[in-house]
């Protein structure tokens, strides 16, 4: 981890760091990662760059290919509050928000936290909650804080829910809402390794998971940082027009396109991106890296027509980035 004492860190108080200081860093968190996760070096950074933009992360893919893992790894590299919900047809939003229970002692209710109080929350096969304990999710998504019998209770920050969605069994799941989905930054799919890769993983799987000795190499002050760097990140006029632009594409082709909630995901992703470089501005490489995991989930194609992420490589191919 980084030494608090260096100028360059915030020490939490969130002003912004050096951009070129909060790369080292979020490149030793894709490293840490890395040296448990074979493959998939690509997804590892786009999960970073939403993780430095703010944002919530979706991992969605056939069981057993790394993703619980993936978000296990992520969690490790940094020293912060980490908790994890199973999520099951038969839990309750009280399981994962926290209940008020009587203590006979002071004769008053008192508020039990549930799990979503954490810095980061694994959410494991989100989509086997029904809709309703879903729908608990969405206020801690969006605002931060959860609504426990009338009183409000904040979540400290940072605050990232990283969730796995079963994408096999349908008939023993439910489909996430659209309004879900939005609150989702961006979503990854990580797929079969190669065959290179699987006999890698096997090796390593061999006498226990690496898992078990990661530690973390990043404090959770240094996260505050980071984010606030990201968040300072220049994003110029003909960026974020060139982004309105794609958000217009998606809208004029589908039957339900990206919102703006969407277009200020991919800014913000954009911006964890620039960091990851060093950078301190986005440049349009930044937007057209990030732009397919971030839209794709919020679109709804038309009968006939290509799939999200088709209409998305479109968009990038068709919309030119000068206005």
């Excluded at 860093?25 to 493959?39: D, K, P, Q, Y």
């Excluded at 400290?156 to 489909?175: G, K, L």
């Amino acid at each position: 981890m980084t030494d608090a004492t260096d100028p360059r860190t915030v020490g939490g108080d969130g002003r912004p760091a050096d951009a070129e200081w909060a790369g080292d860093v979020a490149r030793a968190v894709i490293e840490n990662a890395g040296s448990v996760i074979v493959g998939n070096r690509a997804s590892i950074e786009q999960l970073v760059a939403g993780l430095l933009g703010g944002g919530h992360i979706l991992l969605e893919d056939v069981p057993g290919v790394g993703k619980t893992m993936l978000a296990r790894a992520i969690a490790s590299s940094f020293d912060c509050s980490f908790k994890r919900v199973q999520f099951t047809p038969d839990l309750l939003p009280a399981d994962i928000t926290g209940t008020n229970v009587y203590d006979r002692k002071t004769e008053e209710f008192e508020f039990r936290p549930g799990p979503i109080f954490a810095n980061v929350v694994l959410g494991d096969e989100i989509n086997r909650a029904p809709p309703k304990t879903q729908a608990a999710m969405l206020e801690a998504m969006e605002e931060q804080q959860v609504t426990v019998d009338g009183r409000t209770h904040g979540i400290s920050s940072p605050f990232v829910v990283i969730a796995t969605q079963n994408s096999i069994e349908r008939e023993r799941t439910y489909e996430l809402p659209a309004a879900e989905l939005d609150r989702f930054m961006l979503k990854l799919r990580l797929g079969y390794p190669n065959a290179d890769d699987e006999t890698a993983i096997i090796e390593r799987a061999i006498g226990g998971h690496a898992i078990g000795a990661l530690t973390p190499v990043a404090s959770v002050d240094d996260l505050r940082a980071i984010r606030a760097t990201t968040a300072s990140v220049d994003v110029s006029e003909p960026i974020r027009e060139y982004v309105t632009r794609l958000a217009r594409y998606t809208r004029e082709n589908a039957e339900l396109g990206v919102s703006p909630r969407g277009s200020i995901a991919l800014v913000r992703t954009a911006q964890g991106r620039a960091i990851l470089d060093g950078r301190s501005y986005v440049i349009p490489d930044d937007v057209q890296a990030a732009a397919s995991v971030v839209f794709a989930h919020r679109i709804r194609t038309r009968p006939g027509d290509p799939d999200a992420e088709s209409l998305v490589s479109n968009a990038l191919e068709t919309v030119p980035v000068e206005g």
